[in-house]
């Protein structure tokens, strides 16, 4: 193309004569004749872009297009400039390169979401409890920043990662003050201090092999001792049930005591089975207890 409009205009055509051989547009009032569609660059590599149809579709391919690493779960910000290529006369009668509509573009890579190790789903459980993320009251996790910027943070209830997203604080993006997005980071949030959420309780879509279940399962199994002993009875624990081997003829009432006495996530059970009766005449009977 540049070869053929440098050949006619030596040939002494004019560019609004070229630009109509040659169905380009061409800019009378600046003289500009456009080559078509749109250079990027970001400092490193021009790329042109000739179906383009703005500077920021061009500055969106330009990155899309380009490597830039890991973003170790946080947004990238790239600044790309943007222009059309164009052809102009100089006052030499020689044809000039000329940037016409140049612009800078900030371009932003969010960071994909990181699996929830926790889920049995792999999705992470969003939410942002006081008790957890901090804040006022009213509005947990949000704060303002300088300006007109905001973050807020909210956790997973299963594993506690934390996501924290910011707004730029002057109301308008730059490549050091831009929206963006993070996880994980010092508002992480510990499985002791999700057990305490939790409170005992399994929340829902939690994978039976994640760190907070099995924390759950230890402070479960020291829950049920602790009460089983203040009731006064032996226990042996298995993983996730207690036996506790009482007289028979006291069965049904050591399990309504129990009952009475264990948190709501357990369950005590009697089989119907019981000992032989020994030479004191007394028969034992095992009553499980499950969580």
Known sequence: MRAQIKELHADGYALGDIAAQ????????EGLLYLGGWVADDGNCEVEY???????EAAKDYVSDGDWGDSDGETIAIEVMAWRPALRVDDDGDLTDERADEDSHLVTIE????????????????????????????????????GCGVTSVDVCLLCGLSRTQSTASQGYETVHDHDSTQYGGDSDVSVDDLLQYHDGQVPEGL?????????????????????????????????????VTVAFKV??????????????????????????????GYATADITIEW
């Open 22 to 29: 040659l169905g380009l547009e061409y800019d009378a009032s």
């Open 251 to 280: 069965v049904v009432d050591v399990m309504d005591e129990l009952t009475m006495a264990l948190p709501d996530y357990c369950s005590v059970n009697y089989d119907g089975n019981s000992s032989d009766v020994d030479s004191d």
């Open 111 to 146: 960071p994909d979401e990181p699996t929830c190790e926790a889920a049995e789903d792999g999705a992470h459980r969003w939410a942002s409890p006081h008790v957890l993320v901090g804040g006022c009251d009213s509005n947990p996790g949000v704060w303002g920043g300088q």
């Open 207 to 243: 994978s039976s092999e994640s760190e907070l279940a099995e924390a759950l399962r230890e402070a479960r199994e020291a829950e049920v001792r602790r009460i089983v002993e203040e009731c006064g009875y032996e226990i042996s624990v298995g993983g996730i049930g207690a036996l």
């Open 50 to 56: 000739p179906h383009a149809d703005s500077g920021r």
